[in-house]
């Protein structure tokens, strides 16, 4: 598990985020940078390097390898410290919190702002970066591909999704971003996969994630990964979050995988509410959704 980073922060000096940021530039050339170069993406001294180096990677922020040439690259640590220093700078946050969930492919805290927000690291390529380099459509015609690029990107695309949609969907609202990261509404609910449903509640609460995904088409986007663990239910209805595999939806695969959403979602329908739900018919529940025209699910049931 990827630590947090907010108690080290105030410990660091000006220089070390100079450092950090020198190991950054560096890494979209190489995956490890060499110390020679670091003088020159850092601006500092070679005398100042070796003093931030050892203070950095005493704190866990970069990683130490001896292959051809002695070289660092930032940890995930020393990642989260940059997007974090920018975010204090900006004043879009004033303090890091409890954790909130931690997954496979991010790490989410509750942050202080004006209101409580919700901090989003996304952590793409960070166990198995291979395969997501195969999988993700972001990566896959570049060279070169650090962890930091696959994370940034996912970063990237969820924030656009979410600026995209939100009011018009029920999705957290986007305040902020910088890297990997991402600061957002928290959202008081409590995941689908984690809900007991009373038997009045299971179709309407169906209609209503429906409702969410066909309103998202009609703004352009398909989500893509939809499934129980990706949405909220709140006492106003539901919110669909975890937004990074989301495509646009004149993608060519937009269809298939709108599709592929619907028959995710109204399968754990089917599984856990077996009185409730069955025999829908997914493939014309997606073409309804898209063609803007889904008013319930109990016309495709059998």
Request: charged share 30%.
């Amino acid at each position: 598990m990827v630590q947090n980073v907010a108690s080290v922060m105030a410990e660091l000096e000006p220089e070390d985020f100079h450092l950090l940021s020198g190991v950054e530039q560096g890494m979209r050339f190489s995956e490890y940078v060499a110390r020679e170069k670091l003088t020159e993406f850092s601006r500092l001294t070679a005398e100042d390097v070796d003093y931030r180096l050892d203070r950095c990677a005493d704190r866990g922020l970069v990683e130490r390898k001896t292959i051809q040439y002695e070289g660092f690259k930032l940890t995930f640590e020393g990642y989260d410290t940059l997007a974090l220093h920018t975010f204090a700078e900006r004043d879009t946050i004033e303090g890091v919190g409890s954790p909130l969930g931690v997954g496979k492919e991010s790490d989410v805290y509750e942050a202080q702002s004006y209101k409580p927000v919700a901090l989003k690291y996304h952590r793409e390529g960070y166990t198995n970066f291979r395969e997501v380099m195969k999988e993700r459509e972001y990566t896959a015609d570049r060279d070169h591909v650090s962890w930091l690029y696959t994370a940034r990107k996912a970063a990237e695309r969820e924030y656009d999704a979410l600026e995209t949609l939100y009011p018009d969907v029920a999705v957290p609202q986007p305040i902020d971003t910088n890297r990997h990261a991402i600061v957002m509404e928290k959202i008081d609910g409590v995941e689908l996969s984690r809900t007991k449903l009373e038997t009045e509640q299971v179709l309407p609460i169906l209609d209503l994630v429906l409702e969410e995904m066909q309103t998202a088409y009609r703004e352009g986007y398909v989500h893509a990964d939809m499934s129980e663990y990706n949405v909220f239910v709140t006492n106003e209805g539901v919110v669909v979050f975890d937004w990074p595999q989301a495509v646009p939806t004149d993608h060519e695969n937009a269809r298939e995988l709108l599709t592929r959403d619907v028959e995710n979602i109204v399968s754990y329908f089917e599984r856990k509410y077996p009185q409730e739900i069955s025999d829908v018919d997914r493939d014309a529940v997606a073409e309804r959704l898209a063609a803007d025209a889904f008013d319930s699910i109990t016309e495709f049931t059998e």
